[in-house]
């Protein structure tokens, strides 16, 4: 059984950064697809960034030039650089795994840009 521990949310001021991490523990060889997900309270969850271990990566448009996605592949890590973070961007922030047979979601972690 694969787990996501996500950590690195908290508070900043607009216009700051912040990097998520988010490490997968258990008996895994390759993860081939890790990704970011947002979701604000009454909304539904969106995908934020996405990132294969073939190297291929995807945004949403709304953070296009501000966050970096990166993985480390032998660590099973994926990573989230959020910079020139604004008040909309404030949710909790959920790491997600595709390996074949599981769809892995990361207890998520809350990012507050105040403005």
């Known amino acids: 059984q694969v787990q996501l521990v996500e950590s690195g949310g908290g508070l900043v001021q607009a216009g700051g950064s912040l990097r998520l991490s988010c490490a997968a523990s258990?008996?895994?060889?390759?993860?081939?697809?890790m990704n970011w997900y947002r979701q604000v309270s009454g909304k539904q969850r969106e995908l934020v960034a996405l990132?294969?271990?073939?190297?291929?990566?995807n945004y949403a448009n709304s953070v296009k030039g501000r966050f970096t996605i990166s993985r480390d592949n032998a660590k099973n890590t994926v990573y989230l650089q959020m910079d020139s973070l604004k008040p909309e961007d404030t949710a909790v922030y959920y790491c997600?795994?595709?390996?074949?047979?599981?769809?892995?979601w990361g207890q998520g972690t809350q990012v507050t840009v105040s403005s």
């Open positions: 258990g008996s895994i060889l390759r993860i081939p697809v």
């Open positions: 997600n795994a595709l390996i074949v047979g599981q769809n892995v």
């Open positions: 990132s294969t271990s073939g190297g291929n990566i």
